[in-house]
T-cell receptor, first 116, second 113 residues
């Protein structure tokens, strides 16, 4: 049948477990990647970023892994808490010759639900 | 701490009316973006500015939408005339440069009846 909206991938985890959210990006020329968290009723919030000359970057409870060979990005959240429940977006920043500038393209998002 | 602000937070209007949304980017950020978010399409880039000059508005319906930056502290997105299909959440974001991290405002939730 016809889709009535975005069917977000969902991930449900228990409080205290580690979460892994995956993202496939499209452009091998992208050189900067960002993870955003969006809570209900709020704007996307920057979590962590990584440049293409790195394959891993760590923040507070979060780690981003970049595999350029297969164009794959992942976000790992350690000891997931109820406050981590949100939609998580990956974004790739690509130089766009049409505008002679960079353009940020967002993925569709993954809904993370943390069960207490 | 520095944040992007947007007004109004919510707007309900009737089809055919003009809608103006405003954004104050983070001080010192020279790049400003407008996005639209819907359940069907997700997050879409409408337009963006660098140093107040429009760089890309290819995502914006030209016949009814317009975006401007009257000064470095104010960006506006206008819809005239509005239509029910424009109902969405409109986000403004700002950054130090197009290739750098974008910081989002809280959004304007628009409902066109």
């Amino acid at each position: 049948g016809e889709s009535v909206g975005l069917h977000l991938p969902t991930l449900s985890v228990q409080e205290g477990d580690n979460s892994i959210i995956n993202c496939a990006y499209s452009n091998s020329a992208s050189d900067y990647f960002i993870w955003y968290k969006q809570e209900s009723g709020k704007g996307p919030q920057f979590i962590i970023d990584i440049r293409s000359n790195m394959d891993k970057r760590q923040g507070q409870r979060v780690t981003v892994l970049l595999n350029k060979t297969v164009k794959h990005l992942s976000l790992q959240i350690a000891a997931t808490q109820p406050g981590d429940s949100a939609v998580y977006f990956c974004a790739e920043n690509t130089y766009w010759s049409g505008g002679s500038n960079y353009k940020l393209t967002f993925g569709k998002g993954t809904l993370l639900t943390v069960n207490p | 701490d520095a944040r992007v602000t947007q007004t109004p937070r919510d707007k309900v209007t009737e089809m055919g009316q003009e809608v103006t949304m405003r954004c104050q980017p983070i001080l010192g950020h020279n790049t400003v973006f407008w996005y639209r978010q819907t359940m069907m399409q997700g997050l879409e880039l409408l337009a963006y500015f660098r140093n107040r000059a429009p760089l890309d508005d290819s995502g914006m319906p030209k016949d009814r939408f317009s975006a401007e930056m009257p000064d470095a502290t104010l960006a506006t997105l206008k819809i005239q005339p509005s239509e029910p299909r424009d109902s969405a959440v409109y986000f403004c974001a700002s950054g130090l440069a197009p290739q750098e991290t974008q910081y989002f405002g809280p959004g304007t939730r628009l409902l066109v009846l």
